[in-house]
């Protein structure tokens, strides 16, 4: 009897286990709005894996980072084409994916006495590459404006890459794939 119930209570615990996320404390992007149903289920698989909206999936975006208010987040966005060690490769493709949530944590730390943290992405490719010089579309920027951009090195490091600022667009120069932090001084 008492081995049954043991039994019972163990099967009980392994089945109400909940999965836990990629990270503890992260919340799982919501894939299912109307929005989301362009009729082809691949692309919404692929979206999920990816933790975004089927929007951001397929425009290689990040509109929405977890523990930031979506009304003040930049959104960004990446096309096709980038300089790499100094020559342009126009068939290269920066994928752009969501920030773990430790680094958006740290990145508001970072931002503290500096400005408004805009927005954490992590940016990676598969190329080899010294630098990269990559553009991020990022609408309603305006030329001038004093953003920077910031690239994580270790759990308690952030440096300063070469920024520029145009309309629509921030351009950053990286040595390694990771995450980016975009804060415009106040």
């Known amino acids: 009897m008492k ?63 977890w523990d930031m208010d979506g009304e003040m987040v930049q959104d960004l966005a990446i096309g096709q084409g980038a300089v790499i060690d100094g020559k342009y490769a126009a068939g290269l493709t920066f994928e752009l994916a969501k920030p773990d949530l430790k680094r958006v944590y740290s990145a508001k730390e970072l931002s503290q006495g500096k400005g408004s943290l805009l927005t954490v992405v992590n940016v990676h490719t598969h190329a080899g590459y010294g630098t990269a010089k990559v553009t991020f579309y990022a609408p309603g920027v305006k030329a001038g404006q004093a953003i920077t951009v910031y690239a994580h090195i270790d759990d308690a490091n952030w440096v300063a890459v070469p920024t520029e600022v145009t309309d629509d667009h921030v351009i950053a120069e990286i040595t390694a794939n990771g995450h980016l932090a975009f804060i415009e001084a106040k």
């Open 3 to 65: 081995k049954a119930i043991f039994l019972t209570l163990a099967g009980a615990m392994i089945f109400s286990t909940p999965v836990m996320a990629k990270e503890v404390g992260a919340p799982v992007a919501v894939y299912l709005e109307d929005e989301s149903d362009i009729g082809i289920p691949e692309e919404t698989v692929l979206a999920i894996e990816e933790d975004k909206v089927i929007s951001e999936h397929m425009n290689n975006a990040v509109i929405d980072v």
